[in-house]
């Protein structure tokens, strides 16, 4: 399974966008990149995924670089209520296992 | 509505019973996932499962239990024999295809006194 480093934390003003990045760099050709967020004390929210294109859909965009090495999460105007913990997984090609790392935690400030 | 339900949200036990989690999704998932949460730490893996009648190991198995009779249902048994069972726990499904997300429960908070 391709493991993911993420940084600790991330600050981020209010209304700015939020750019989180991970490196996936043993990712595998047929694995995808995941991306979920866990508001405290609550189960994890989906956010989007993606294989080779960049992808977007209303709540962010996702920046995956061509030798898919490294991917970014885009929040495109942040809001307090985007202050979470966020996680970047790479699902398992052969099997469904899907495995978290511990994520980076977004403070976003008025 | 369609999801997954996990119960109770707080479950206290004394030391050495064993407890069981319910996990119940009604979204037709084939795959479904435990993971525990200590305070300020990450998501770990305990148990998943493919189908029906199957379930594998993940990282942190020792001292759980799982079984998968109905597609549905997942339930997870924490032992006696897990050492420091106080923590979140999380149930997800997904549909089991490699481009599909997971959706969560929102968590039982087991405390063991």
């Known amino acids: 399974d391709a493991k993911t480093t993420q940084p600790t934390s991330m600050d981020c003003a209010e ?23 866990q508001i405290h004390s609550q189960g994890p929210q989906y956010i989007i995924h993606g294989l080779k ?9 996702l920046i995956i670089t061509e030798d898919r090495k490294s991917s970014t999460l885009i929040l495109p105007h942040a809001t307090l209520r985007d202050t979470a913990v966020y996680y970047c997984i790479v699902r398992g090609a052969n099997t469904d296992k899907l495995i978290f790392g511990t994520g980076t935690r977004l403070q976003v400030f008025p | ?84 069972p106080t923590a979140f726990y999380l149930c997800a499904s997904s549909r089991g295809k490699l481009d599909t997300e997971a959706f969560f429960g929102q968590g039982t908070r087991l405390t063991v006194v």
């Not at chain 1, 209304?15 to 967020?37: D, F, K, M, Q």
Request: charged fraction near 20%; charge should be neutral.
């Open chain 1, 53 to 61: 294109n960049n992808e977007t859909n209303e709540m962010a965009s």
């Open chain 2, 1 to 84: 509505d369609g999801g997954i339900t996990q119960s109770p949200k707080y479950l206290f036990r004394k030391e050495g019973q064993n407890v069981t989690l319910s996990c119940e999704q009604n979204l037709n998932h084939d795959a479904m996932y435990w993971y525990r949460q200590d305070p300020g730490q990450g998501l770990r893996l305990i148990y998943y499962s493919q189908i029906v009648n199957d379930f594998q190991k993940g990282d942190i198995a020792e001292g759980y239990s799982v079984s998968r009779e109905k597609k549905e249902s997942f339930p997870l048994t924490v032992t006696s024999a897990q050492k420091n």
């Open chain 1, 15 to 37: 209304g700015r966008a939020a750019n989180l990045p991970c490196n996936h760099s043993t990712i595998s050709g047929n694995e995808y990149v995941y991306w979920y967020r």
